[in-house]
């Protein structure tokens, strides 16, 4: 019964990865979500939300207080100006970003730029809206961009590019010459670009994140997607948004009140205060902290096991190359890691249209765990070594 247009996506692979981890009680590093809960006061600021009343549909394109909040923290980090009630939407998560956004921007026949390895709900989404994906590849250890390969990839019909930095499943955090090629390319060719954010506040060492919007004559051809999944450690709770010009965020908006129409007011109130009193310099520096110690306990690990590894400068993942350890390809090695090992990790194989053999020796580790988790891990992966 599922549609053609979705029929080639099949299961995520999060979720596949995810139910062998638990048919096998493996450690589960793959689909990225923290084991450990986030902090105390946002768990009682959405039980006060709760209490207080606030309980029927929201305001479609989100609680006032929170795209203040959003508005406010743009401001403050990045010196991003956006009209809280017309250029910010709050989403079902970042998910539902990427679906809204790509369904309100995109006309049947459009092409949009995706780099592989890719997020794998964006070639979905391109295609849910009828559009056709041009794919530029990134390639391990560095993923450093081409942009020759970007250029060539650019045709008439080109009309979004969907940027993911930092990275996912790379860990790559694009940097500021990328980011000006990119920001050209858009400018020179007139495309507007998706820019996905939601690892903004995860990088290491002196990686910097800088939103491709604040780039000159990007802010008016740029629609970013951020997440308070990642930052605050409440995946589960699905509360995203997006911030753009009024154009770019009414196209989203024309997608978001048929696909999710309003998100939950108590959480989204919660998030506010979230942003509001955690996103200050203390916080966000203990939360790179302890990301910093997570990966580099898991690169030591990995690389004593025998991995080649790929630092990543941003997220909360790694690729690793297995060659060293096992013969086949990554989707087996992945098997074989979680039933034979105990350890669930992702083959990235599945975030690769045109050139999948790019991924095909290696897998991706999520950190985002307590380290006592991460060191039940590596007694495992110590194992491993044929
Ligand atoms: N984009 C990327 C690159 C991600 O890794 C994720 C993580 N799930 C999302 C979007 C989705 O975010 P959310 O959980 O807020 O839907
Ligand atoms: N972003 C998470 C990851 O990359 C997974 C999210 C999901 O399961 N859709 O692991």
């Not at 509360?239 to 196209?251: K, S, V």
């Not at 979680?338 to 249209?353: D, N």
């Given at each position: 019964?599922?549609?053609?247009k979705?029929?080639?996506?099949?299961?995520?692979?999060?979720?596949?990865?995810?139910?062998?981890?638990?048919?096998?009680?493996?450690?589960?590093?793959?689909q990225?979500?923290?084991?450990?809960?986030?902090?105390?006061?946002?768990?009682?600021?959405?039980?006060?939300?709760?209490?207080?009343?606030?309980?029927?549909?929201?305001?479609?394109?989100?609680?006032?207080?929170?795209?203040?909040?959003?508005?406010?923290?743009?401001?403050r980090?990045?010196?991003?100006?956006?009209?809280?009630?017309?250029?910010?939407?709050?989403?079902?998560?970042?998910?539902?970003?990427?679906?809204?956004?790509?369904?309100?921007?995109?006309?049947?026949?459009?092409?949009?730029?995706?780099?592989?390895?890719?997020?794998?709900?964006?070639?979905?989404?391109?295609?849910?809206?009828?559009?056709?994906?041009?794919?530029?590849?990134?390639?391990?250890?560095?993923?450093?961009?081409?942009?020759?390969?970007?250029e060539?990839?650019?045709?008439?019909?080109?009309?979004?590019?969907?940027?993911?930095?930092?990275?996912?499943?790379?860990?790559?955090?694009?940097?500021?010459?990328?980011?000006?090629?990119?920001?050209s390319?858009?400018?020179?060719n007139?495309?507007?670009?998706?820019?996905?954010?939601?690892?903004?506040?995860?990088?290491?060492?002196?990686?910097?994140?800088?939103?491709?919007?604040?780039?000159?004559?990007?802010?008016?051809?740029?629609?970013?997607?951020?997440?308070?999944?990642?930052?605050?450690?409440?995946?589960g709770?699905?509360?995203?948004?997006?911030?753009?010009?009024?154009?770019?965020?009414?196209?989203?908006?024309?997608?978001?009140?048929?696909?999710?129409?309003?998100?939950?007011?108590?959480?989204?109130?919660?998030?506010?205060?979230?942003?509001?009193?955690?996103?200050?310099?203390?916080?966000?520096?203990?939360?790179?902290?302890?990301?910093?110690?997570?990966?580099?306990?898991?690169?030591?690990?990995?690389?004593?096991?025998?991995?080649?590894?790929?630092?990543?400068?941003?997220?909360?993942?790694?690729?690793?190359?297995?060659?060293?350890?096992?013969?086949?390809?990554?989707?087996?090695?992945?098997?074989?890691?979680?039933?034979?090992?105990?350890?669930?990790?992702?083959?990235?194989?599945?975030?690769?249209?045109?050139?999948?053999?790019?991924?095909?020796?290696?897998?991706?580790?999520?950190?985002?765990?307590?380290?006592e988790?991460?060191?039940?891990?590596?007694?495992?992966?110590?194992?491993?070594?044929?």
């Amino acid at each position: 019964m599922i549609s053609d247009k979705l029929l080639p996506f099949g299961t995520t692979i999060f979720a596949e990865m995810t139910g062998l981890a638990i048919e096998h009680d493996a450690i589960n590093l793959s689909q990225g979500f923290p084991d450990f809960e986030g902090p105390a006061a946002i768990v009682d600021a959405a039980v006060e939300a709760l209490r207080s009343g606030d309980n029927q549909y929201a305001r479609s394109r989100g609680h006032p207080t929170l795209v203040q909040a959003i508005a406010a923290s743009r401001k403050r980090l990045y010196g991003l100006s956006y009209d809280p009630m017309e250029e910010v939407v709050v989403f079902s998560g970042a998910t539902e970003g990427i679906a809204s956004s790509l369904l309100g921007l995109l006309n049947p026949g459009d092409e949009v730029i995706l780099f592989e390895p890719f997020y794998d709900s964006y070639p979905a989404c391109v295609a849910l809206a009828g559009a056709v994906p041009r794919y530029v590849t990134l390639r391990f250890p560095d993923f450093a961009l081409d942009l020759d390969e970007l250029e060539k990839a650019i045709t008439p019909k080109t009309r979004l590019i969907v940027l993911n930095s930092p990275h996912n499943p790379s860990g790559k955090v694009f940097t500021r010459e990328e980011l000006t090629g990119i920001a050209s390319c858009a400018i020179e060719n007139d495309l507007i670009v998706l820019a996905d954010e939601v690892y903004e506040h995860l990088t290491f060492d002196d990686a910097e994140h800088l939103p491709i919007a604040s780039l000159p004559g990007m802010r008016e051809r740029t629609l970013t997607l951020s997440s308070t999944g990642k930052t605050f450690s409440f995946t589960g709770w699905k509360i995203g948004w997006g911030t753009g010009p009024r154009p770019m965020i009414d196209a989203a908006q024309a997608a978001h009140q048929f696909v999710t129409y309003a998100v939950a007011p108590p959480l989204q109130v919660a998030m506010a205060h979230a942003l509001s009193e955690f996103t200050g310099d203390e916080f966000l520096r203990t939360f790179r902290n302890e990301y910093t110690a997570r990966r580099d306990f898991l690169l030591t690990v990995l690389d004593s096991a025998g991995f080649q590894v790929a630092v990543p400068r941003g997220t909360y993942f790694v690729l690793a190359d297995f060659t060293a350890l096992f013969d086949g390809d990554d989707r087996e090695f992945a098997r074989w890691l979680t039933t034979e090992h105990g350890v669930a990790a992702i083959p990235p194989s599945a975030f690769y249209q045109v050139r999948p053999e790019e991924g095909r020796r290696l897998v991706r580790f999520a950190f985002c765990k307590r380290m006592e988790t991460l060191r039940r891990a590596a007694e495992r992966l110590g194992r491993i070594a044929p």
